[in-house]
T-cell receptor
Framework: ELKVEQNPLFLSMQEGKNYTIYCNYS?????LYWYRQDPGKSLESLFV?????AVKQEGRLMASLDTKARLSTLHITAAVHDLSATYFC?????????????FGTGTLLAVQP | DAGVTQSPTHLIKTRGQQVTLRCSPK?????VSWYQQALGQGPQFIFQ???????QRGNFPDRFSGHQFPNYSSELNVNALLLGDSALYLC?????????????FGSGTRLTVV
């Protein structure tokens, strides 16, 4: 059974600092998604990574995918308080043939002033 | 362009009761997936509907059932509610064959079983 693990589970960081969230998965997949969730809210799509070596950036967030290592990273540059949320990675083990996503455990990010 | 719409937003039920949750997919989407998100956890796949049929199912008991209508909207039914069914239920829609664009999630239904 596919497992998706995120590291760390909780991250407290100061404004202006950089950090990386890691997402490891246990089976071959070339499709990985990153979502943001604010408390009590739904999931907001951040990035869709569709191939080995894919890199996408939006504002202070940058995501990458290494399918050989079964690893994706979400890098935060010069964090600001507005980035405080829970971040989930999700893998589609079917390679896009189905719409079933397996989600990671989530990383709760708290950016302190 | 309306996104995914779910109703109701909140619901309180008693153990043993039955509940129906509703989802209208984003315009142009034809596939609806349902997820259960317990507090502090990642969403877990319940099942998926396409062309009015259940196409895939996660590791959930038969108490969880669903339906998709000709207009692509969907319902999730849960029978014989247990306290452990308390969760945020998320509906996600997509267009079959166009998953490169990801999935659009609704705002969810918060179900509390007492």
């Amino acid at each position: 059974e596919l497992k998706v693990e995120q590291n760390p589970l909780f991250l407290s960081m100061q404004e202006g600092k950089n950090y990386t969230i890691y997402c490891n998965y246990s089976t071959t997949s070339d499709r990985l998604y990153w979502y943001r969730q604010d408390p009590g809210k739904s999931l907001e799509s951040l990035f869709v990574l569709l191939s080995n070596g894919a890199v996408k950036q939006e504002g202070r967030l940058m995501a990458s995918l290494d399918t050989k290592a079964r690893l994706s990273t979400l890098h935060i540059t010069a964090a600001v308080h507005d980035l405080s949320a829970t971040y989930f990675c999700a893998v589609d083990p079917s390679g896009g043939a189905t719409n079933k996503l397996i989600f990671g455990t989530g990383t709760l990010l708290a950016v302190q002033p | 362009d309306a996104g995914v719409t779910q109703s109701p937003t909140h619901l309180i039920k008693t153990r043993g009761q039955q509940v129906t949750l509703r989802c209208s997919p984003k315009s142009g989407h034809d596939t609806v997936s349902w997820y259960q998100q317990a507090l502090g956890q990642g969403p877990q796949f319940i099942f998926q509907y396409y062309e009015e049929e259940e196409r895939q199912r996660g590791n959930f008991p038969d108490r969880f059932s669903g339906h998709q209508f000709p207009n692509y909207s969907s319902e999730l039914n849960v029978n014989a509610l247990l306290l452990g069914d308390s969760a945020l239920y998320l509906c996600a829609s997509s267009l079959t064959g166009r998953t490169n664009y990801g999935y659009t999630f609704g705002s969810g239904t918060r179900l509390t079983v007492v």
